[in-house]
């Protein structure tokens, strides 16, 4: 169902052939886009229904953004670190609704799939997902292309929303209807799945905005790499601008590491340490910190400490 481990993560821009695919139905639509259109119905002045060249006839916009899976929303504390960094061009929902003219009592937005099929127990469902209209508004671009490509079939071809501070999940594939509500829709991916209760709070929110996470790309975890000084990088993400990683070494303390800064687009950050690798077998740790001063917990959360294990080989 999806790709594991991209081959080459060490690129800025991960290439599309390997970006994950997440699919929760059956049904992997192949829509045809000269028969494909998007509604945008209920609490409007004026529905509307785009073909693909009216949506390339709106004002376009382009961006790079870090595209991550939540994980399984079943096991919503798991760990799975499926993650990447993609260009995305498409047209900024707000275009859209301007054209529909969302009427004062709506409050939420709804982006609906073309997908369906059989999802925890429930039978013929849709892949649904809601967001606040503000954020909706402000946030969402509705892509068709990634790395200036046309979206790929299982990428959500021909058009897409992208939902770039927010975890994947929100980021609805295949669109072809939005509507406008009073209130959030029950739904298995909207309320009963996809829900969580973040550190000190006590009451569950919608999986929406990404946490603070890193990876360590290189080396490559369960590699061998000669003895000696090696550069440990990766890169570090959230829904703000992380400000620092430290890594750390086997049992040594946490080090600060050379970080990127974020720019204007949220893409992710690549971060650097030089460290004096002795032979033998090394455990290394990354660590990121955001601008809202959320820090990576050590375990027990999806996006806990990520740790490898390497092989350093003394030289011949
Ligand atoms: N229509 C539809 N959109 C969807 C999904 C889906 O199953 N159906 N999966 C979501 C999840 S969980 C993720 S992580 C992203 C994955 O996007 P990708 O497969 O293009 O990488 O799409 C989201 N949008
Ligand atoms: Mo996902």
């Not at 937005?109 to 649904?128: I, K, N, Q």
């Not at 606040?132 to 990428?155: C, F, K, Q, W, Y």
């Not at 980021?171 to 550190?199: G, M, Q």
Request: glycine residues 8%.
């Amino acid at each position: 169902m999806f790709k594991t481990d991209p081959a080459t993560p060490d690129l800025f821009i991960t290439p599309v052939a390997e970006v994950f695919i997440r699919n929760h139905l059956e049904s992997h639509p192949r829509l045809d886009r000269a028969a494909w259109s998007l509604t945008v119905e209920g609490l409007v002045e004026r529905p509307v229904r785009l073909d693909f060249p009216a949506v390339l006839g709106l004002p376009q916009t382009r961006f790079t953004a870090v595209h991550e899976c939540f994980g399984n929303p079943l096991h919503p504390t798991v760990p799975t670190r499926a993650v990447t960094n993609v260009e995305w061009s498409g047209v900024p929902l707000s275009a859209v609704l301007e054209l529909a003219g969302p009427l004062p009592e709506a409050r939420h937005l709804l982006l609906e799939g073309a997908d369906t099929g059989d999802f925890g127990g429930e039978s013929g469902v849709r892949y649904l997902k809601d967001l606040p209209l503000d954020e909706a508004r402000s946030g969402v671009v509705l892509a068709h292309t990634m790395n200036g490509e046309p979206l790929h079939p299982d990428h959500g071809y021909p058009l897409r929303a992208v939902a770039p501070l927010m975890f994947g999940t929100n980021s609805v594939k295949w669109l072809t209807r939005i509507v406008l509500a009073a209130d959030r829709p029950d739904h298995i991916f909207t309320t009963r799945l996809y829900t969580r209760v973040l550190p000190g709070e006590s009451e569950a929110r919608p999986v929406r905005e990404k946490d603070v996470c890193s990876k360590l790309l290189s080396p490559g975890d369960g590699s061998a790499v000669p003895a000696g000084s090696r550069e440990l990088a990766g890169y570090a993400w959230s829904s703000t601008e992380v400000t620092s990683v430290e890594v750390a070494v086997d049992d040594g303390d946490w080090q600060p590491a050379a970080l990127d800064r974020r720019g204007p687009d949220p893409s992710w950050q690549r971060f650097r340490l030089r460290h004096d690798l002795a032979p033998g077998p090394h455990r290394i740790r990354c660590r990121a910190t955001d601008s809202a001063g959320r820090v990576q917990p050590l375990t027990g959360d999806r996006n806990a400490v990520h740790e490898i294990h390497v092989v350093a080989e003394p030289a011949v």
